[in-house]
């Protein structure tokens, strides 16, 4: 029996030994092949074999190290999207997942010296989200399949069609208002002209001859005395007089004024819209926010600002930090608005015009509230006389 055989008890000892994760630097990538020991690394170099794969190497390095990183990268990246594609974890744990196989492509076969230069080349790229914490490099897939953008697009499309249906609501309503107000003009001057018939009414008429003379307010009794074609009048002058103290009732009601019924429709349409987009939820992205969480004094992150760059849930934002770009998620119960200089942007973000841009015109430090203007959209140019601190914050 030869020496090498199958089933010697030094062949099963070397797969034995072979069976386990050896050294990286003890690995030859172009021949595929894992040393034990620096001796057997030294001759492996020596070897024929090796040599041949050297000069293949040596005809067009950049191509080979280029071909081994994206295989490296592709694999790992199948790994995050099999094992982790909706979790926060740790780069090296992954990392040790994926040498597990011992036929993976060692990384000091790569473009990349260590996995930390792997990592930040993941957040570059925009494959992974990448955060440098205490306890070290931790990386968040961006889940990028075909399954989930269309997921997403049905989402924006379901929300753009909510905001054009409540577009679409808004032009209707003034629409009516600008009819109401293009037919106030003719109602108001056919009332002036019937007030000044009633003011100027014929106080003598002829009976048997004579003239008798009567009050612009008669009783019942006297017009029930008065004959012929001057009771008529006296009733007829009665009704008008009637009708217009109906009309100055209403008016000092406020019901029967054109102005008034465009005033009270605007404060209905506004308490629906107020009704409608009051949530619990405030947090949006594109928004800056500042830290209030006693819990990250030690960090350094309190009363720190940051953007709101991804909202998870309704309530939970990620935030990117200004000074240090480092990201954390935070519950909103945990942040605070922040209120831009005058004249800055402003994201309304909780009421009736919630989602709208505005602008700050000023700010009153006694009622808690600011007044901004509404930019764009089917809002324009509308001042908002009076909005809570609550529910404003600055634009990033």
Known sequence: MGKNEFLTPKAIANRIKAKGLQKLRWYCQMCQKQCRDENGFKCHCMSESHQRQMQIFGQNPDRVVDGFSEEFEN??????RRSHRFSRVAATVVYNEYINDRHHVHMNSTKWATLTEFVKYLGRTGQCKVEDTPKGWFITYIDRDSETLFKDRLKAKRLKAD?????????AIQAQIERA??????TEAAGSHGQNQEE??????NLNGGKVAFLLQPTLAEAKAVKGGVKLGLEEDMEGSSSKKKREDHKGKGIN????????????????KEKSNRKDYW???GIVVKVMSKSLADKGYYKQKGVVKKVIDKYTGEIEMLETKHRLRIDQEELETVIPQIGGLVRIVNGAYRGSNARLLSVDTSKFCAKV????GVYDGRVLPAVEYEDISKLA
């Open 75 to 80: 694999t790992f990246l199948d790994l995050m």
């Open 181 to 186: 107000q293009c037919s106030f003009p003719s």
């Open 200 to 205: 100027d009414p014929k106080l003598d008429h």
């Open 283 to 285: 947090l949006c992205e």
């Open 257 to 272: 004024t054109g102005l008034s019924a465009l005033d009270q429709l605007m404060q209905e349409e506004e308490k629906k």
């Open 163 to 171: 905001l054009v249906d409540e577009e679409r609501q808004e032009r």
């Open 373 to 376: 203007q509404i930019e764009k």
